[in-house]
């Protein structure tokens, strides 16, 4: 492949996350520092369809750092999984100059990014910008960090109401395919009992469980759930199943949904965001793509983008052995 690249074009595509926003700044000030042109493209891949393109220098980012969601915007486009959606999208970007590509979203993203440098050997380097932090060849992915200090702050919160009237509270957080944000926000907030897809509990179990956590003199309890946890249908369900079983408790569910994909991103989601930028556009410089960046062992590295999409990431089973041990 050329290294030739005089302009990247950026989006944001997906779900939005803390920290797309440094990322953001990172790509188009990296691209300033190597003077290089870079374009923001508006609404991810269906602003690129439509040539919703904005020039950027090193000042279109000054004081986003520091901002929550995305100032390029982001849209999922049912147009793009077309051929024709397709073709028009590359057309836009030759007419505008744009030799290469840096995509901040999750697998959905990555995906088409594949799917369009196969078509058009267009080159594309991604960032993991997703809460679930549910991405192959990453520790971590921009907006997990912030999105747990956001879940703990809350049910830190709702846990001064549940010791206050002796109630057990079920607490619905994001994660429908992984239990990463669960696991880790249960340990660091206290729950007594965390439910994560990749370990079904069984209803019987968590009866028991919380039966032990009365017996032991507990007058409340927190159980975090993950959204796409198997026991039960949702949290309502598993609501009126412990009710019909422990008439004892008064039971209380929360779902956070969105709030946790909002708010100032965290100081780690701010560096993580800057490291992945620099790395993503010196990688395109340096004649390389379809790669993503991410952060393993606090080295940033690059990992096929196929590998990421289809590759899976594992809960930490030493963190289950913890929770079990320390919500005794």
Do not use: W
């Not at 024709?84 to 901040?104: C, M, P």
């Not at 999105?147 to 001064?160: G, H, M, P, S, W």
């Not at 062992?297 to 320390?326: M, Q």
Request: include cysteine.
């Amino acid at each position: 492949m050329s290294v030739n690249i005089k302009k990247v074009g950026v989006l944001t595509s997906g779900g939005d996350s803390p920290g797309m926003n440094a990322a953001i700044r990172a790509v188009v000030r990296t691209c300033a520092f190597h003077n290089i042109e870079c374009a923001g493209i508006y609404r991810g891949y269906q602003g690129m369809i439509e040539g919703d393109f904005k020039e950027m220098n090193a000042r279109s980012v000054n004081n986003i750092i520091n901002k929550g969601g995305t100032i390029l915007k982001s849209a999922r486009s049912k147009e793009f999984m077309t051929a024709e959606g397709r073709k028009k999208a590359h057309q836009n970007l030759v007419d505008n100059n744009i030799d290469a590509l840096v995509v901040i979203g999750g697998n959905g993203s990555f995906t088409g990014a594949l799917i369009f440098n196969s078509e058009y050997n267009f080159p594309v380097i991604g960032i993991p910008g997703t809460i679930d932090n549910d991405i192959y060849g990453t520790s971590f992915t921009l907006g997990y960090d912030t999105a747990l200090n956001t879940v703990v702050e809350v049910i830190d919160k709702i846990r001064d109401t549940a010791s206050s009237h002796n109630r057990l509270f079920f607490v619905e957080v994001m994660g429908r395919d992984a239990g990463h944000i669960a696991l880790n926000a249960g340990i660091g907030a206290g729950a007594e009992e965390i439910l994560i897809p990749e370990e079904d509990m069984g209803l019987d179990r968590l009866l028991e469980s919380l039966r032990k956590s009365k017996a032991s003199g507990k007058s409340s309890s927190i159980v975090v759930i993950a959204e796409g946890d198997k026991i039960g249908k949702n949290a309502f369900e598993l609501k009126d199943y412990v009710e019909e079983n422990m008439p004892e408790y008064d039971v209380r569910v929360s779902i956070l949904g969105h709030m946790q994909r909002g708010g100032t991103p965290s100081c780690f989601d701010r560096v993580l965001a800057s490291r992945l930028g620099v790395k993503a556009v010196e990688t395109l410089l340096d004649g390389k793509s379809n790669y993503m960046v991410g952060l393993i062992k606090d080295e940033v590295v690059l990992t096929p983008l196929e590998n990421a999409v289809k590759g899976k990431s594992y809960i930490d089973k030493e963190l289950i052995r913890v929770s079990d041990i320390v919500s005794i």
